[in-house]
């Protein structure tokens, strides 16, 4: 009784510490440079843009603009000033957006000038800088095309692209309905779809992008497209993991299906409890497919030091898809001493939101990622490279530095549609290895970088030499020096360099638009002219609810 009252203080102090710590942070971030962001000399094509679309663009100090840049998840992000904000409220006003990008970036090639010079932006939750932002270029802010409309009959969605996690289950839970979707509210669904995509139902239904039915799209020339199985099916697979080299996805009808609220949570231990937690997650990973349970998503295990308060934390997050509380499948995790836990029945809503509070906005960010086979040596020698992590960044302000294991099982990456991922033919389970930081001031910056890059490096060479190595990496995790598209396999590396000249034969979204993730194209690739596409646009109202959706009916739960 003793030992737990110690921990119930123990957990205590921490909560109330955590939420001081976060609050402190957020308020001391220094506010925008509204005299840099006032002095940005303005180019032809925002000029152009802005005579165009006059009431979609926007210069500093205009409040839309500040607050565009204010919004961006990472501070990295809301470092970087542009010289416009382009918000387009139509479809149309963002083709008529990329027809002027494109008109500017001939010029620039002609001239030989550098043509990187605009940005595409859905919900701003990248770590990167310059993932969605670009310092003095043109930013296309898609927030405005955030619609939600369901089909009649229940089956498919339409989704804008600038819509977050959290409009999408906020509307379906009403109508007991769900997609495969992300796991944290304040996500996008641009970046988070076009990049795979996980959620918690992925487990029943595959990648988020496996349940995409069809994808409007602005192309390089401004042209309005419709990519789906039955009309430019090439493009549609493409688009599944191809992250924004081919175009402006605004909006996609996403496959739904009925649901009930969710069992999910966080159970919170102590760092001592790291090797029976690295055993179980194993187990769990490693399960006969015979005993597979579709409604178990996750575990997130998540190893993390609070460089505030100098100590180690485990949270291992559970999810079942089903109204059922602790699932023979997380038996193991049951069992496990810990200090409290969040687990209860709730909606979807609440079950992401849960995972947004665990990283608020307004503070200097990382991801960097791996994938390895299911192997408990691996595993634990991937625990210890974290505690390196510990030791080499300890004296960084600020900081809480986290290790997440994650499942990608084999029967997973089969559901669904097609797609360009490359993991079809897995047959052995893998774990995705993530490493977040949070830290402080820019003043660390080098040191995160370098410590994070060397750690994952150290993990890959004895995955390698163990055998244990797998070349997929998850492209939504990824830090700017990785190559996710090198992990999608050669074959589908080259398919989705083929249809990026076929789509954008000139180079726009590889050479002119900053962000994502690019596929290595040589600057003397050329393709014969896009070919013509109007037969497969369904010119259609983005509020025109459902009556042409496509039906489906053969949903497998």
């Not at 009784?1 to 921490?14: F, L, R, T």
């Not at 059922?324 to 079950?351: D, H, N, Y």
């Not at 990382?366 to 974290?386: I, P, R, S």
């Not at 896009?530 to 042409?548: A, K, L, Y």
Request: net charge neutral.
């Amino acid at each position: 009784m003793d030992e737990w009252w110690e921990n119930a203080i123990v957990v205590g102090v921490v909560v109330v510490a955590l939420s001081l710590i976060i609050h402190r942070i957020q308020d001391s971030q220094p506010q925008l440079n509204h005299t840099k962001i006032s002095s940005a000399e303005r180019s032809a094509a925002s000029a152009a843009l802005a005579q165009a679309l006059p009431d979609s663009v926007f210069f500093g100090p205009h409040p839309i603009f500040v607050e565009s840049i204010q919004s961006y998840w990472a501070i990295q992000e809301r470092d970087i000033v542009p010289q416009c904000i382009v918000r387009p409220r139509t479809v149309e006003e963002a083709a008529t957006a990329i027809r002027i990008l494109k008109h500017d970036y001939d010029a620039r090639i002609r001239q030989g000038d550098v043509p990187s010079h605009f940005a595409v932006r859905s919900g701003g939750h990248s770590p990167i800088p310059g993932a969605a932002n670009i310092n003095g270029g043109i930013v296309i802010d898609l927030r405005l095309l955030d619609e939600v409309v369901p089909s009649k009959d229940g089956s498919s969605v339409v989704i804008g692209t600038g819509a977050r996690w959290l409009d999408v289950s906020k509307t379906l839970d009403k109508m007991g309905l769900a997609v495969a979707g992300g796991r944290n509210s304040a996500v996008g669904v641009g970046g988070l779809t076009l990049g795979g995509g996980l959620s918690f139902f992925s487990p029943r239904v595959g990648f988020v992008c496996n349940n995409i039915l069809s994808y409007e799209i602005v192309l390089a020339n401004g042209t309005r497209a419709i990519a789906s199985e039955l009309i430019n099916p090439e493009l549609w697979r493409a688009l599944k993991g191809g992250s924004n080299n081919f175009g402006i996805v605004t909006s996609f009808v996403a496959r739904s299906f009925p649901t009930t609220n969710i069992w999910s949570g966080f159970l919170y231990m102590t760092s001592s409890k790291a090797s029976q937690v690295i055993r179980t997650f194993y187990n769990f990973t490693e399960a006969k497919p015979d005993i597979y349970d579709e409604y178990a998503a996750g575990p997130l295990v998540c190893f993390s030091y609070l460089q505030k308060l100098g100590i180690q934390v485990i949270a291992t997050h559970l999810v079942y898809t089903k109204s059922e509380e602790w699932p023979a499948c997380f038996a193991g995790f049951k069992s496990i001493g810990r200090l409290w836990s969040t687990v209860k029945i709730r909606s979807l809503t609440s079950a992401t939101n849960e995972l947004e509070m665990s990283s608020p906005p307004g503070l200097r960010q990382k991801f960097v990622t791996t994938t390895v086979k299911n192997d408990h040596a691996t595993l634990t020698e991937t625990h210890a490279a974290y505690k390196q992590g510990v030791e080499a960044m300890r004296l960084v302000k600020g900081m809480t530095w986290t290790l997440i294991l994650q499942p990608l099982l084999p029967v997973m990456a089969r559901k669904g549609q097609p797609n360009s991922l490359g993991l079809g033919t897995r047959t052995e389970s893998l774990v995705i290895v993530l490493f977040t930081v949070v830290w402080k001031n820019n003043t660390d910056d080098e040191l995160v970088d370098q410590t994070t890059r060397g750690i994952v490096s150290s993990i890959d060479q004895y995955a390698a030499s163990m055998g244990t190595a797998d070349p997929y990496r998850y492209l939504n995790d990824c830090d700017s020096w990785q190559s996710p598209f090198d992990g999608y396999g050669a074959e589908n590396k080259r398919f989705l360099q083929e249809m990026s000249r076929v789509y954008d034969p000139d180079g726009l979204f590889q050479r002119g638009c900053v962000g994502g993730f690019k596929l290595d194209m040589d600057d003397s690739d050329s393709a014969p002219r896009m070919p013509t596409i109007s037969d497969g646009f369904r010119s259609q109202s983005r509020r025109n609810s459902s009556d042409s959706q496509p039906k489906t009916n053969d949903f497998q739960s």
